[in-house]
């Protein structure tokens, strides 16, 4: 499993370095949205699955929940700041774990939560403990948005729906495909 994962983290297309601003889907100050060149890091935007406004004006837009062979899930979506002034991302995001708080900032705070077979699940780390999600978001400019993944275990099959979980956020009921 351990071995599965790693690789998963080096296939992401981030060039394979070890830096966690490499991993981020977009660097603070970019909306690689504008920039699609075809590659699989820009989601797909053309369907929504859920939006979710949170405190100070975060809105977060679910895009994709895609189930893979290999048994993980990855989210994808923007997160914007829907201001006109600098927001500042809430330190919750990044989780509660000693582990993932070394790691920086991070959206490792997300989780899934399956009431059918009533599991909560965690995004993923590496062997490292690095979280297999959107890194280096620390604060948004005014009317600034970024895409953003995370990447879970995939609940079972029979599992269509699952709620997503983000601190400071209602909660959002999204469909997995």
Request: with cysteine.
């Given at each position: 499993?351990?071995?599965?994962?790693?690789?998963t983290a080096c296939g992401s297309g981030d060039g394979g370095g070890k830096d966690?601003?490499?991993?981020?889907?977009?660097?603070?100050?970019?909306?690689?949205?504008?920039?699609?060149?075809?590659?699989?890091?820009?989601?797909?935007?053309?369907?929504?699955?859920?939006?979710?406004?949170?405190?100070?004006?975060?809105?977060?837009?679910?895009?994709?929940?895609?189930?893979?062979?290999?048994?993980?899930?990855?989210?994808?979506?923007?997160?914007?700041?829907?201001?006109?002034?600098?927001?500042?991302?809430?330190?919750?995001?990044?989780?509660?774990?000693?582990?993932?708080?070394?790691?920086?900032?991070?959206?490792?705070?997300?989780?899934?939560?399956?009431?059918?077979?009533?599991?909560?699940?965690?995004?993923?780390?590496?062997?490292?403990?690095?979280?297999?999600?959107?890194?280096?978001?620390?604060?948004?400019?005014?009317?600034?948005?970024?895409?953003?993944?995370?990447?879970?275990?995939?609940?079972?099959?029979?599992?269509?729906?699952?709620?997503?979980?983000?601190?400071?956020?209602?909660?959002?009921?999204?469909?997995?495909?």
């Amino acid at each position: 499993m351990a071995l599965t994962v790693s690789l998963t983290a080096c296939g992401s297309g981030d060039g394979g370095g070890k830096d966690d601003a490499a991993t981020s889907s977009a660097a603070p100050g970019e909306d690689k949205s504008k920039d699609d060149d075809g590659g699989t890091t820009v989601p797909d935007t053309s369907q929504t699955l859920a939006t979710i406004n949170g405190d100070e004006g975060i809105q977060l837009v679910v895009h994709t929940a895609v189930r893979d062979e290999a048994g993980f899930l990855t989210v994808t979506g923007t997160l914007k700041n829907t201001t006109s002034q600098r927001v500042t991302v809430p330190i919750s995001w990044n989780g509660d774990e000693n582990q993932v708080r070394r790691t920086g900032r991070s959206l490792a705070g997300m989780t899934l939560v399956d009431k059918q077979e009533k599991k909560r699940y965690f995004v993923l780390r590496d062997t490292e403990g690095h979280p297999l999600t959107t890194t280096g978001i620390s604060t948004f400019k005014a009317e600034e948005s970024f895409t953003v993944f995370a990447q879970f275990p995939a609940p079972p099959d029979s599992t269509s729906q699952v709620d997503l979980l983000m601190p400071t956020m209602p909660a959002a009921t999204i469909e997995i495909s």
